[in-house]
């Protein structure tokens, strides 16, 4: 076989792996991209309230209660826990506010107010949690059929003074 016969073949070879590739990953990988850009959002969203917060204090609570605000739109909402569970923001029911949440569990029993909590104090300060909950303006999960929402949030630790904030902001599956 003569040389450029071999790289038309070769190039040809090549071309037809890249176009496989490329219709296995739009084919099979949606759910993966709208997931990652969901993370993606979430941990901006949530980078931006600790820095505003860091910034601006507790004066930049009442930001992120504006529904249809970049804080509160959709099923999306930026809430704060004090360290030691409070909850001090939580744009769906405000009313809930000033409640303790460290021994709030999701509906599978998932004791998830320890775990946002020991996420915030590990030395990493922030990370990933998934469990069970209900969107805003339901009261209680519904999902597919009897199965719930299952909600990712990303937690992060924010610093005014010597006080110590969680923030976090989530999506559901």
Known sequence: ?????????????????????????????????????????VVSLVNEAVNLIEKKGEES?????????????????????????????YPPDPSGEGTDQSNVQDYKGKPIGRMIIDIAKSEKGEGWLD?????????KPSGFGDQPHRKYVFIKRAKIGDQIYIVSSGYYE
């Open 1 to 41: 076989m003569d040389r450029r016969r071999f790289l038309k073949y070769a190039g040809a070879g090549i071309v037809a792996v890249a176009a496989a590739a490329v219709g296995y990953y739009s084919w099979r990988k949606p759910e993966e991209a709208e997931q990652n850009s969901k993370r993606e959002y």
């Open 61 to 89: 609570f009442p930001e992120f209660r504006q529904k249809g605000s970049k804080w509160f739109h959709d099923d999306y909402y930026i809430y704060v826990w004090r360290i030691d569970g409070i909850r001090v923001v």
């Open 131 to 139: 469990y069970e909950w209900p969107k805003p303006d339901e009261t």
